[in-house]
């Protein structure tokens, strides 16, 4: 009878142990991530998910949100549509989470967002750029950290006419980030006067564009302006280049980064009459803190590796601006249910972002976490800049980076500030 007292004791014992520390396990609050880790984009979907790591990373060294840790959730969307939908539904049915950071490709956030809104969670995505997000009937659940194609288009045009190029044919990837940009370019290219000789629309994962190519190289443009990803950017770039093209090109943010320069049509390698790219200059979403974005580069390349993949900067502001407004809710955040928790992060965002309250910016989260539990209000100064929201989700105010490709590298050559 002992004996059998002694083993049902222990047998409590053990199971209200592993109880006590599987509830330790949980008491963290989860964020997810919708990256291209697959497909067009797969580039860019890691350097711009280890941005919001870093971010989380950095919140729980200030001590974490509410005195409990980030765990961040990242899920492949596959640069696709589908599979981005997919990716978010396992987000809130599997992950619990309240908030997503993403996806990257403006389609795959739309698709994603379906979820997201009959979840009630929030979603901010830091680089998706078409127009189309703007009009989005999403009960406010859905954000960007990045400016618009509306504003990147603008300032596209005006680079292509302070160049000197006459006619102009634009090949773009078929999709809302594609087209939207490509009608933006060219509406402003020729109301400078300019001429747009083809619109050529491409899918995505084709073995080959040669007939793409083709149509955009008739009539000799002066420049092309490709408006894609670096997976089959790359294969555009090298069938010009073998149809013996010999114009300027064109790049927007899609085409940023070491995924296409370096890279096959650009080897610092290579002699430099085969640096085909060389010289050619681009657009992306920039940052108004130059100085700010410095020190996030400098913690971001210690953490990781050098990158010049833009929308880094816009991650970790997403990231950032989660945790902040988890925060301002203050400690009843932790009991809610996640749809009551996805409400309360959308309707402190703005609370923290916007003006007024006291500045805040890059390595002062753990000043700006103690203002928050007192009670008093932040306006956070993001690594891209002021971040603003305004009544559609989008950034009231931003800056569109001019750079050009030197030494086969990505430089930076102006920043041009946008907004209202």
């Given at each position: 009878?002992?004996?059998?007292?002694?083993?049902?004791l222990?047998f409590m014992?053990?199971?209200?142990?592993g109880l006590?520390?599987?509830?330790v396990?949980?008491e963290?609050?989860?964020?997810g991530?919708?990256?291209?880790?697959?497909?067009?984009?797969?580039?860019?979907?890691?350097?711009?998910a280890?941005a919001?790591?870093?971010?989380v990373k950095?919140?729980?060294?200030?001590?974490?949100?509410l005195?409990?840790?980030?765990?961040?959730?990242?899920?492949?969307?596959?640069?696709?549509?589908?599979?981005g939908?997919?990716a978010?539904a396992?987000?809130?049915e599997?992950?619990?989470?309240?908030?997503?950071?993403?996806?990257?490709?403006?389609?795959v956030?739309?698709?994603?967002?379906s979820?997201?809104?009959?979840?009630?969670?929030?979603?901010?995505?830091?680089?998706?750029?078409s127009?189309?997000?703007?009009?989005l009937?999403?009960n406010?659940?859905?954000?960007r950290t990045c400016?618009?194609?509306?504003?990147?288009?603008?300032?596209?045009?005006?680079?292509a006419?302070?160049?000197?190029?006459?006619?102009?044919?634009?090949?773009?990837?078929?999709?809302?980030y594609?087209k939207?940009?490509?009608?933006?370019?060219?509406e402003n290219?020729?109301a400078?006067?300019?001429?747009?000789?083809?619109?050529?629309?491409?899918?995505e994962?084709?073995?080959?564009?040669?007939?793409?190519?083709?149509?955009?190289?008739?009539?000799?443009p002066?420049?092309?302006?490709?408006?894609?990803?670096?997976?089959?950017?790359?294969?555009?770039?090298i069938?010009?280049?073998?149809?013996?093209?010999?114009?300027?090109?064109?790049?927007?943010d899609?085409?940023?980064?070491?995924?296409v320069?370096?890279g096959?049509?650009c080897?610092?390698?290579?002699?430099?009459?085969?640096?085909?790219?060389?010289?050619?200059f681009?657009?992306?979403?920039?940052?108004?803190?130059?100085a700010?974005?410095?020190?996030?580069?400098?913690a971001?390349?210690?953490?990781?590796?050098?990158?010049?993949?833009?929308?880094?900067?816009?991650?970790?502001d997403a990231?950032?601006?989660i945790?902040?407004?988890?925060q301002?809710?203050?400690?009843?955040?932790l009991?809610?249910?996640?749809?009551?928790?996805?409400?309360?992060?959308?309707d402190?965002?703005?609370?923290?972002?916007?003006?007024p309250?006291?500045?805040?910016?890059?390595?002062?989260?753990?000043?700006?976490?103690?203002?928050?539990?007192?009670?008093v209000?932040?306006?956070?100064?993001g690594?891209?800049?002021p971040?603003?929201?305004?009544?559609?989700?989008?950034?009231?105010?931003?800056?569109?980076e001019?750079w050009?490709?030197?030494?086969?590298?990505?430089?930076?050559v102006?920043?041009?500030?946008?907004?209202?």
């Amino acid at each position: 009878m002992n004996k059998k007292l002694l083993v049902l004791l222990v047998f409590m014992i053990l199971f209200a142990f592993g109880l006590s520390t599987s509830a330790v396990a949980e008491e963290v609050i989860k964020i997810g991530g919708l990256f291209s880790l697959t497909g067009a984009l797969s580039p860019y979907g890691p350097p711009i998910a280890d941005a919001a790591k870093l971010a989380v990373k950095h919140i729980n060294e200030a001590g974490g949100v509410l005195s409990t840790k980030l765990e961040f959730v990242v899920r492949d969307t596959g640069t696709a549509p589908a599979m981005g939908r997919d990716a978010a539904a396992k987000l809130l049915e599997i992950d619990k989470v309240p908030a997503i950071i993403g996806a990257l490709s403006s389609g795959v956030t739309v698709a994603a967002s379906s979820i997201a809104i009959a979840g009630e969670v929030v979603q901010i995505s830091p680089a998706s750029t078409s127009p189309m997000l703007t009009d989005l009937e999403d009960n406010d659940y859905v954000f960007r950290t990045c400016v618009s194609d509306a504003l990147q288009g603008v300032v596209q045009a005006t680079l292509a006419i302070n160049l000197g190029y006459k006619t102009v044919s634009v090949i773009y990837v078929n999709n809302p980030y594609g087209k939207g940009l490509a009608d933006v370019f060219k509406e402003n290219f020729e109301a400078g006067e300019g001429e747009v000789l083809a619109m050529v629309p491409y899918e995505e994962a084709k073995p080959s564009y040669r007939g793409e190519v083709e149509a955009a190289l008739e009539g000799s443009p002066d420049a092309i302006n490709l408006i894609g990803y670096p997976v089959d950017g790359n294969k555009m770039l090298i069938e010009t280049i073998e149809l013996g093209y010999e114009g300027e090109y064109i790049f927007p943010d899609g085409m940023k980064g070491e995924g296409v320069s370096p890279g096959p049509a650009c080897d610092p390698e290579a002699p430099f009459e085969q640096q085909y790219i060389e010289g050619a200059f681009g657009t992306a979403p920039g940052s108004l803190a130059v100085a700010v974005a410095e020190k996030f580069d400098a913690a971001y390349t210690e953490e990781y590796k050098p990158s010049s993949i833009p929308f880094r900067g816009q991650s970790y502001d997403a990231a950032i601006l989660i945790a902040l407004a988890i925060q301002k809710t203050g400690p009843e955040f932790l009991g809610m249910s996640r749809a009551e928790q996805g409400r309360a992060i959308r309707d402190n965002l703005r609370a923290v972002a916007n003006p007024p309250g006291e500045e805040v910016t890059y390595g002062e989260l753990t000043k700006a976490l103690e203002l928050l539990s007192k009670g008093v209000d932040i306006n956070y100064q993001g690594v891209s800049g002021p971040i603003t929201f305004d009544e559609n989700g989008d950034m009231a105010e931003g800056a569109i980076e001019i750079w050009t490709i030197k030494g086969c590298k990505v430089t930076p050559v102006w920043i041009v500030e946008v907004g209202e």
